[in-house]
C-alpha cells in the first residue's frame, strides 16, 4: 500500500489534563536535574561548560499545569496516523505530538510501550506528563513543557512521492520554531523523523532535545548501544563514569537488575555510529538510529526497588507491564545545552523500526559480541549510508509548506510573527491561530498600550522586545504586572517589585499581592513572605469568581496551595488553617490540600490528627518526579507520636522509623535511603 496519512480517534481511560495555574511561574523550577559535576580529568572540558551553560531561573513565560486529577473516564482523542504496508505510526497532536503506537503489521508487534491510560503526573518541566510511545522534548532540560499541549499537524510532501506529517510549534522557554517530519517510505521497515530546529533571532540561544522512546520491559529486556562507558546520573544529584554494562555489582543493561531509578548517558566514540536497541529474550524490540548530529544516548530506567514500581503504578493502571526509555540527544548528557547561533538551525534524521538479533549472543556475557551482533543486524537492515541517504533527500522537503492541516497548536508563534516579520519556511503561524492568550499582546503591538478592560491576562511574556514595549506603555493594572514579570525574568527583581506595588496601586487582583510574596520568599524575608500571602488570600473573594475559564484555574486554591507552606514557615500555623478552612471541605481530603491539613496539624501540635489524615488515605496528584515530601511528612508525625512531650533525639527518630514503616501508598522516593 501506498503511504498514507490519515485522521482517526482514540478512546482511553484518562484523567482531564485540567487547566492551568493562574499564578505566574516565578520560582525556578524543580532541581531534578541539577547535577553537581565531578571533579577530575574524568570530565571533558567542553561538557562540563555545556553542564553550566544556561541553566533555567524560571519557567517563565511558560505556565504551570497542575489542573488534573487521578479519576479516569473513557475519553476520546483526536488522533493521527502515518502508515504503509509495514507500519503504522498513531500520533496524538492534542498532546505534544506524542507518536502513542508504532505496530509492525507483518508480526503484529507493538515496538512501543503503549500506556492504556492517559494519566498526568508531575513530570514535565510545567507538570502535566504522561508515560509511554514516543516524546520530543525541546526547551530545556526535563520534559517539555508541551508535554500536555497541542501542536500544529499538516501533510507535506515526502521526498518519495508520498506523504509526511509534520509538527510544528513554537517553543516558549527558548522562542525557537521546530519541527518534526514523520516519514514513512513505501515498503520501509523503519519510520523516518526529520527533525529541524531553527533560531530565527540575531541572537544565540541554548537549545535543547531528546527524544524519549519507552519500552516495554520484564526481567530480560536488554539495552545496548555501542558503548563501554557511560555517565550515571542518579537523584542523588551526581555525575560519574561507569563502565558498561557492569557496574556495581551488576548488569546495568537489563533495567530490572538496578534497584533505583538512574540515567546511564552513553559515551558512544567519536565517528561511531549511534543506535540505541531494547531487544527482548528472544532478541526481538526496537531499534534507534540518527545522522550524527543527534550525538547522544542514554538508558532510563525505573528499577526493581520498591518506589521504581511505585511510580510505574501511579503512571498507568494496575496489571500493566512496566516501562523503561531509551533516549537520543543532542548533546552527550540530558543534563547539557547547546550553543545555537543567530540564524542558524540543527537539523538530522531519525529512525525507528523493529530488529531481531541472535538472543544467545545478545544476552550473552560477552558485551563486546552482543553490541557488535546487534549494530550488524542493523547495518544490515538499514545501513548507516542509508539513513545519510534518506536526511540527504529530506533536506530540501524540510521547508515545504503543508499541504492539508489536521490540527492546530497555539496562537503564539503566530504573535512572534507578528512581531518580528520572520519568515519561516516550511512551519507557518498563521494568523487565524491567535487567540484569547496572545490578543492583548497584539493589542500592546499595535497600540503601545496594554488594554485596560476583561482583567489581567494570564498569560505572560518575558522576551525583551516585549519587556521594551511594556516599559514604553503607560502605567496600569496590566502594564505593571507584566512589566514585573518580565524584569523578574531578567533578572532585574527590585525593578519587578517597584512595578507589582504599582500595579497594586491601580487597584488590580490579587496577583500582584503573590508575586511580591515569592520575591520576599526568595529573598529570605519568611515573616515579610508570610504577610504577603495573608493579604493576597484576604483580597480573594471565597467564590473567587474572576478570571476562571475552562484553561484557567480559579485563583483561591492556588493561592492557598502557594500560602500554607510560606505560613507554616513563618510560625504562623493558626493562619495557616484558617487558609485551608476556605477551600470547601471535599476539596480538603484528597490531593495537595490533604497533605497541607497534615501538616498544618502536625504545626499546631496535634500529630495524632495529622497521623489521621495519613490513615485516611489520600493521594496527591501534581506530587513531583523527586519529591520527598510524604516520607518527610510522614516520620516528622512519626517522630512527634514517639517522642510526646519529649525531644526528638536520635533513638527516639531511631525508633519512630522503626516503628512506623512509611506505607507503600507513599512510598515515592527515588533514591538510596
Not at 507518536?99 to 503489521?105: D, F, R
Not at 512572534?416 to 487565524?432: I, M, N, Y
Not at 508575586?515 to 473567587?544: F, H, K, S
Request: aromatic share 8%; net charge negative.
Amino acid at each position: 500500500m501506498a503511504t498514507g496519512v490519515r485522521r482517526t480517534t482514540l478512546t482511553l481511560p484518562a484523567a482531564p489534563v485540567g487547566p492551568v495555574n493562574p499564578l505566574p511561574a516565578l520560582r525556578a523550577p524543580g532541581d531534578v536535574h541539577r547535577v553537581e559535576p565531578p571533579e577530575g580529568p574524568d570530565l571533558p572540558p567542553d561538557m562540563a561548560r555545556r553542564l553550566r551553560y544556561a541553566p533555567l531561573g524560571s519557567l517563565l513565560p511558560v505556565g504551570i499545569r497542575d489542573g488534573y486529577g487521578r479519576k479516569r473516564t473513557d475519553t476520546t482523542l483526536d488522533a493521527l496516523v502515518i502508515e504503509n504496508d509495514r507500519l503504522r505510526a498513531t500520533v496524538l497532536p492534542g498532546l505534544g505530538g506524542r507518536v502513542h503506537s508504532l505496530v509492525h503489521k507483518p508480526t503484529g508487534r507493538e515496538l512501543l510501550y503503549r500506556n492504556p491510560v492517559l494519566q498526568p503526573a508531575n513530570f514535565a518541566l510545567n507538570g502535566a506528563w504522561f508515560s509511554g510511545g514516543i516524546e520530543w522534548n525541546t526547551g530545556a532540560t526535563g520534559h517539555t513543557t508541551l508535554s500536555c499541549a497541542p501542536v500544529h499537524a499538516a501533510t507535506v510532501p515526502a521526498p518519495d512521492g508520498g506523504e509526511m506529517l509534520r509538527l510544528w510549534e513554537w517553543e516558549r522557554l527558548r522562542d525557537l520554531p521546530f519541527q518534526v517530519d514523520l516519514w514513512l517510505p513505501e515498503g520501509s521497515d523503519f519510520l523516518f523523523v526529520g527533525v529541524r530546529v531553527h533560531n530565527p533571532h540575531l541572537n544565540a540561544v541554548p537549545a535543547y532535545w531528546w527524544s524519549n522512546i519507552a519500552v516495554p520491559e520484564d526481567e530480560h529486556t536488554r539495552v545496548l548501544a555501542p558503548a563501554d562507558d557511560a555517565w550515571h546520573f542518579g537523584y542523588e544529584h551526581t555525575l560519574r563514569r561507569v563502565p558498561v554494562p557492569e557496574s556495581g555489582g551488576a548488569d546495568r543493561t537489563y533495567p530490572l537488575r538496578s534497584e533505583h531509578p538512574a540515567d546511564y548517558f552513553y559515551d558512544i566514540p567519536d565517528g561511531d555510529r549511534p543506535w540505541i536497541a531494547a531487544l527482548d529474550a528472544s532478541g526481538h524490540g526496537l531499534v534507534h538510529t540518527s545522522t550524527d548530529t543527534l550525538r547522544g544516548r542514554k538508558l532510563f530506567l525505573w528499577g526493581a526497588g520498591r518506589a521504581g514500581r511505585r511510580w510505574q503504578q501511579w503512571l498507568t493502571e494496575p496489571g500493566t507491564g512496566g516501562y523503561a526509555e531509551i533516549q537520543a540527544g543532542l548533546a552527550p548528557t540530558q543534563l547539557e545545552h547547546v550553543r545555537l547561533e543567530g540564524g542558524a538551525e540543527f537539523a538530522w534524521l531519525e529512525a525507528y523500526g523493529p530488529l531481531a538479533a541472535d538472543p544467545a549472543v545478545v544476552h550473552g556475557t560477552d558485551w563486546a559480541a552482543a553490541r557488535r551482533e546487534t549494530g550488524a543486524r542493523l547495518e544490515a537492515e538499514l545501513p548507516r549510508a542509508k539513513v545519510d541517504a534518506a536526511f540527504a533527500a529530506w533536506r530540501p522537503y524540510a521547508a515545504a509548506e503543508p499541504k492539508e492541516t489536521l490540527a492546530t497548536g497555539s496562537g503564539w508563534g503566530a504573535l512572534e510573527r507578528a512581531r518580528t516579520g520572520h519568515d519561516l519556511p516550511g512551519t507557518p503561524f498563521p494568523e487565524s491561530t491567535l487567540g484569547p492568550d496572545q490578543r492583548p499582546w497584539l493589542a500592546l503591538l499595535h497600540t503601545g498600550d496594554f488594554p485596560r478592560d476583561g482583567g489581567v491576562p494570564a498569560a505572560p511574556l518575558v522576551a525583551a522586545p516585549w519587556r521594551d514595549l511594556l516599559e514604553s506603555a503607560p502605567p496600569g493594572p496590566g502594564t505593571d504586572y507584566h512589566l514585573g514579570i518580565a524584569q523578574w525574568h531578567a533578572g532585574d527583581r527590585a525593578q519587578a517589585v517597584r512595578s507589582w506595588e504599582r500595579a497594586l496601586a491601580h487597584g488590580t487582583d490579587c496577583r500582584p499581592l503573590y508575586c511580591l510574596a515569592v520575591a520576599e520568599e526568595t529573598a529570605g524575608e519568611t515573616a515579610r513572605a508570610a504577610q504577603r500571602y495573608a493579604e493576597a488570600l484576604a483580597c480573594v473573594p471565597d467564590d473567587d469568581p474572576a478570571d476562571a475559564t475552562d484553561d484557567i484555574a480559579p485563583l483561591l486554591p492556588a493561592l492557598v496551595r502557594a500560602a500554607v507552606p510560606a505560613l507554616l514557615a513563618a510560625g504562623r500555623p493558626d493562619d495557616a488553617a484558617a487558609a485551608l478552612d476556605r477551600l470547601p471541605e471535599a476539596a480538603r481530603t484528597d490531593g495537595r490540600p490533604a497533605l497541607l491539613t497534615a501538616q498544618v496539624a502536625l504545626a499546631r501540635g496535634d500529630a495524632a490528627a495529622a497521623r489521621a489524615v495519613f490513615d485516611r488515605g489520600f493521594e496527591v496528584p501534581d506530587l513531583r518526579e523527586g519529591d520527598e515530601v510524604l516520607s518527610d511528612t510522614w516520620y516528622a508525625v512519626a517522630e512527634a507520636l514517639t517522642a510526646g512531650s519529649g525531644p526528638v533525639t536520635p533513638a527516639v527518630r531511631a525508633e519512630a522509623h522503626a516503628e512506623h514503616p512509611l506505607p507503600e501508598r507513599y512510598e515515592f522516593r527515588m533514591r538510596k535511603v
